[in-house]
Structure formats: C-alpha cells, structure tokens
C-alpha cells in the first residue's frame, strides 16, 4: 500500500467567515488608527475582511479590483496580476514572448478597469495621496494579487503602505515585505493549501455585496467624523 496516497490532511479552520477573520485582523492593527488612514480591500473577498477592519478603525473603506493574469495557452494558469492604471506584477514570461506577455497583461488590466468602474459606479475612489493605506485582503497564496494592488496603490502617492491578511503561505510573505512598508498576518502557514481551507465559510462575495459594503462604510464613517469635536 502506498500510504501518501490514503493519507488524509485535516485543516482546523482559523477563523469562522471573512467578518470573524476582520475582526481579529483589526485588533492587530488598532496602532494604525488615524485622520490619514484609508483601509482598501481587495475585489472581490478582501473587502469583506477590510470593512471590519474599517469600521473598528473608524476610517474610510475603498476597494480595487484585482485581476490575474492569465497564460494565452492555458488561461487558469496564473502568471501575474494586475490592477486598472499603474499595478502590474508579472511572476514569470513561462515561454511567452515580450508582445505575447504585454497582450495577456493588457487583456487582464482591461477586465480590472471594468470591474472597478462597475464597483465605483455608486461611490466615488477615494484620495491615497500622502495616506497611509491598509491593503487587506482575505489570505495571500502566491501573493500575486496583493503585489500588484500595493504597486497601485504606491503609484497613487500613498504615504505609507501596510499589507493585511489574516493568514498567508509562509513563503509568499517574503515577496510582500519587498513591496510594502509593513505587513501584518495573523498565522503564516506552511503546508498553506489554500485560503479558503482556513475558513468554516468562505463564500463566493458578488459585485453588490462589494457595493453594499461600500456605502454602510463610507456612510458610517461620515457620521463618525460629524461627531468628532473640534478644536477651540
């Protein structure tokens, strides 16, 4: 009998869904709390960790849609990602020549741009400039995604970038720290499978769902700086 074929893996989830992940995600960065603090989630998942981090932290929530890059010759092989505008990472050409790689990554930026119109349709992109900006997502596997949303993000003049997520492959976080000027992950995990494993529900997160986070955090966070006392 070959035991590595019947060996069966048993993964414990970590958190219950994406709002008990938030949550634990934002006590972790209650130092962060600040006037020139802006929270971005990654579209879709990443935004439904990111709102509790930025109803905790009483700051502005924003979202930028992600999207991989994917190979001409098999196209759910990942071999990057991009963001609209400025966020490209590439992870390798994997025998692409330079116009063949420059038009897969152009397809891909074009489906970002669209997403994120569609998801900004309602509520307006919010300023980086001269921020300091909490990129969160719901877990980092290759990393891929996170990268290229931290070089937008650096593109757009945020002052300070920090990288959230509650669980990530260990070997990937060495690839963000290169790009950002803090991270923060509550469990880096090795053998990491997936970050869905490390969730009792992780469910597929829609368009709307993404909107509707959107507008209860932006209208929450108005009313929290109605209330905050000025100076005399």
């Given at each position: 009998m070959n035991v590595s074929e019947n060996l069966v893996i048993s993964v414990v989830?970590?958190?219950a869904d994406r709002i008990d992940a938030g949550r634990?995600?934002?006590v972790e960065l209650e130092r962060e709390r600040s006037p020139e603090l802006v929270v971005v989630g990654l579209a879709r998942g990443g935004v439904a960790v990111a709102a509790e981090v930025a109803r905790t932290l009483?700051?502005?929530l924003d979202t930028v849609a992600v999207r991989k890059v994917g190979h001409p010759w098999q196209p759910e092989y990942g071999i990057g990602a991009v963001t609209p505008g400025n966020g490209v990472y590439v992870r390798a050409h994997d025998g692409l020549t330079d116009e063949e790689l420059a038009a897969a990554v152009e397809n891909a930026r074009q489906k970002a741009a669209s997403l994120d119109e569609k998801l900004h349709a309602e509520h307006a992109r919010l300023e980086l400039a001269g921020k300091t900006v909490l990129v969160v997502d719901d877990g980092l596997a290759t990393g891929g995604t996170m990268i290229a949303a931290l070089r937008w993000a650096r593109a757009a003049g945020a002052a300070r970038l920090v990288a959230a997520v509650p669980v990530a492959a260990t070997e990937t976080l060495g690839l963000v720290h290169a790009e950002a000027d803090?991270?923060?992950c509550l469990h880096a995990l090795s053998p990491f499978f997936a970050v869905g494993v490390w969730y009792g529900s992780f469910g597929q997160i829609d368009d709307s769902e993404v909107v509707r986070l959107l507008g209860e955090?932006?209208?929450?966070?108005?009313k929290a700086s109605e209330n905050v006392p000025t100076a005399r």
């Open positions: 989830p970590l958190f634990a995600l934002a009483q700051a502005p803090e991270v923060v955090s932006r209208q929450a966070w108005s």
